[in-house]
């Protein structure tokens, strides 16, 4: 009875049109009335606790790194380096943009931020050079999703906190599936744009290549820099957000010297709303998440699995297949804070490794991300591309069965998870 006053509340909050965050404190306050706990001190208590986290510190910076990298010139850069590279290559902006969105998410880790500035820069240029513009928005955005599993992830740190597991080691693990997703959507795209009549790029000299990758140089050192000071223990993913927000600044102001001192409000002040909006969901969802651990729901989740608990690979994929179900209604955040509390005692019954459930579990929302009626993502790039919605959903669908396949892949060899994922811890 209570798992169906959970999920009826909630989802009534949700249909209304409520935001999420006020929707979950309605569904907290349903429950502590219908267990007899009502009490808005502890609503409060509960709400600045949740939020009074360290390891949460590392998303307000983590955003500011990547409004620091937009507005101090690293994006472009990083294009043109990638453009200097594989431009060339029949379909080669394609290519371009899969790489550039790799470099991109191991500085910023936001999926709508990436997404946003690779459709700003690629897509006036392949729609001069004749690509399909709805199959490259497509590809914008599928590009895009990959932010949140290469770290620096918010979507881990966020896992890391709702599911109490190391975001060090969900920071390592994201990396070779990220890579993985990288891979699936170069392949899809020269199947899908061999036949395009396009005009390449003209090939860059020795010398020109070397231009863009020095000008491009202290943009890759950024993941170089945060992903081995994670790597080797030299600061914590907290002290690494900071960092990062550091050096894209000196970077922006002092080296491409692009970030001026009258752009600081602006990039502060949308950093800033954000934070504020991720937080204050947080915190609401850590209301819930107590709630929900009072209630004993993830002890009625367990027995309602029961039957393919003794099946981890089966498991898995009624877990994703849920997780894409609400996906696509909800965006990645909110989809993490009212799953993993409910979902966690069953993965650890059924005996799969956490951190492994983790990064599946991030991939999934990410791919919901790409999913409508919400798709953020598809309506970021859809506004920056100035392409009708429904043509993006039509482009986006070739590289959302790539993804979809790299989880499959993931789900029935873990091992390609678990094994680099020993090393690099």
């Given amino acids: 009875m209570v798992l169906l006053i959970f999920l009826g509340t909630l989802f009534f909050g949700l249909a209304l049109g409520v935001p999420v965050a006020f929707a979950l404190m309605f569904c907290a306050v349903v429950l502590m009335t219908w267990m007899g706990l009502f009490n808005p001190q502890i609503i409060s208590q509960q709400m600045v606790t949740g939020a009074n986290s360290f390891t949460l510190l590392a998303i307000p910076f983590?955003?500011?790194?990547?409004?620091?990298?937009?507005?101090?010139g690293l994006s472009k850069r990083i294009v043109a380096f990638a453009v200097s590279c594989v431009g060339h290559i029949r379909g080669g902006l394609g290519i371009v943009a899969v790489i550039a969105a790799v470099v991109m998410a191991s500085l910023s880790g936001s999926a709508a931020a990436d997404s946003a500035a690779l459709a700003a820069i690629l897509i006036p240029m392949m729609r001069e050079a004749g690509y399909n513009v709805p199959r490259a928005a497509g590809l914008m955005a599928a590009g895009g999703v990959i932010a949140p599993v290469i770290p620096p992830s918010i979507a881990f740190i966020i896992f890391g906190v709702a599911a109490n597991v190391s975001i060090t080691a969900l920071f390592m693990g994201g990396i070779v599936p990220g890579?993985?997703?990288?891979?699936?959507?170069?392949?899809?795209?020269?199947?899908?744009?061999?036949?395009?009549?396009?005009k390449p790029l003209p090939r860059c000299s020795g010398r020109e290549r070397l231009r863009a990758t020095a000008a491009a140089g202290w943009a890759l050192m950024m993941p170089v820099i945060i992903l081995g000071g994670i790597r080797f223990g030299i600061f914590t993913p907290t002290e690494a957000a900071v960092i990062a927000a550091v050096y894209a600044l000196f970077v922006g102001m002092f080296v491409y010297r692009e970030l001026k001192i009258a752009h600081l409000y602006h990039v502060l002040l949308n950093a800033a709303k954000t934070t504020s909006v991720v937080m204050f969901l947080v915190a609401a969802a850590l209301v819930t998440s107590w709630l929900i651990t009072r209630a004993n729901i993830p002890a009625e989740i367990t027995r309602f699995l029961g039957p393919v608990l003794d099946n981890p690979k089966l498991l898995m994929l009624v877990i994703v297949l849920l997780v894409l179900v609400v996906g696509t209604?909800?965006?990645?955040?909110?989809?993490?804070?009212?799953?993993?509390?409910?979902?966690?005692?069953?993965?650890?019954?059924?005996?799969?490794?956490?951190?492994y459930f983790g990064i599946i579990f991030v991939m999934t929302t990410c791919i919901g991300l790409l999913t409508p009626p919400v798709g953020v993502v598809l309506n970021v790039v859809s506004g920056v591309a100035r392409v009708p919605l429904g043509k993006v959903i039509w482009g986006v669908l070739p590289f959302l069965a790539a993804q979809v396949g790299v989880l499959l892949v993931l789900i029935a060899f873990p091992e390609l998870v678990l094994v680099p994922l020993q090393w690099l811890r």
């Fill in 62 to 72: 983590f955003l500011l790194a990547g409004e620091l990298m937009n507005a101090g």
């Fill in 179 to 198: 890579i993985m997703m990288a891979a699936s959507l170069i392949i899809a795209w020269l199947i899908v744009a061999r036949r395009e009549n396009v």
């Fill in 329 to 355: 209604v909800l965006d990645l955040a909110p989809t993490i804070l009212i799953l993993v509390p409910v979902l966690m005692p069953v993965i650890r019954a059924a005996g799969i490794d956490p951190v």
